[in-house]
């Protein structure tokens, strides 16, 4: 594969995706693991499909159909959040499946045969444009200026919520700003894994760097690490066996992160032991 990563564009932009991706869910996968933000991050993440299937109805590009709908979902969870209550994981599944209905409901409004949707489901990295790699870039950009530039605020935030506010961080300014990061990342990796499998990517690399190290700068370098690793292996071995490339890449970082546990909670019982 190396040296037809040389020779093909699409291999080459595959790469790179790969990378910018990788940054993204390290970045932000490490806050959302941090503050067990997974549920809400779901919501937000099928909550986009509305916004494909709206894209495909009115005639403009899916992507920014689906870039609008996170981004709403973003801002309405965060309201749910805080003031819904203990009732707030009912109204985010709700919106988890309302998402999902309005894009099935849009398509079969269409007139005709209704399109392929199955890159946006389950996402198809190896048909990333160089299009698709500037707005990668783009996002990956604004979200690492964002998370360098305030790293003492969001280390007080994640560690001391409570103490974060009392000090006057902006709490409720990050936790928005939060949101919205985690609704462009979304969008990116649609791209890469599909809106079904994007959980995995945002999740794994970081929930794996976790079980290794305690530093917070080295956690996130080592979640982006982890993400490049998972989405190299899982496009090579796509390449090599033919298969779908989203797919693949879940399937590597699943079972990375289920070997790393298995492996730490044995050498913890034995130190316990």
């Known amino acids: 594969m ?28 490490f806050i959302i693991v941090e503050k067990k933000m997974i549920m809400m991050s779901g919501g937000i993440a099928h909550a986009s499909y509305g916004g494909v299937g ?3 109805l009115i005639g403009i590009e899916p992507i920014y159909g689906a870039l609008g709908f996170s981004l709403l979902s973003a801002v309405s969870v965060g309201l ?12 985010i ?6 998402g999902m209905a ?17 890159s946006y489901l389950f996402g198809n990295i190896l048909a990333v444009t160089r299009a698709d790699l500037m707005m990668m870039l783009v996002v990956a950009i604004f979200v690492s200026v964002l998370f360098i530039s305030l790293f003492n605020n969001w280390k007080a935030y994640l560690f001391d919520e409570e103490f974060s506010g009392i000090r006057g961080t902006g709490v409720v300014l990050l936790e928005y700003l939060l949101l919205i990061m985690i609704a462009l990342t979304v969008v990116v990796l649609i791209r ?16 794996t760097a976790k079980l290794l190290f305690r530093k917070m700068s080295a956690r996130v370098m080592m979640s982006v690490v982890f993400g490049v690793l998972f989405i190299f292996f899982g496009i090579w071995l796509a390449y090599t066996l033919n298969t779908a490339a989203g797919a693949m890449i879940v399937l590597v970082a699943v079972i990375t992160y289920v070997i790393t546990y298995i492996a730490t909670s044995s050498k913890l019982r034995k130190k316990i032991k």
């Open 192 to 207: 890469i894994v599909g809106i079904i499998l994007a959980l995995a990517i945002l999740i794994a690399p970081a929930a």
């Open 93 to 98: 599944g709700l919106f988890w499946s309302l």
């Open 80 to 91: 749910i959040k805080r003031k819904g209550g203990t009732d707030s994981d009912i109204v």
């Open 2 to 29: 190396l040296a037809d990563l040389l020779k093909y564009q699409f291999l080459q932009n595959a790469f790179i995706a790969g990378i910018l991706a990788s940054v993204l869910a390290g970045v932000i996968g």
């Open 54 to 56: 709206l894209g495909y």
């Open 102 to 118: 309005l894009g099935i409901i849009f398509i079969s409004l269409m007139p005709g045969y209704p399109p392929n949707l199955t």
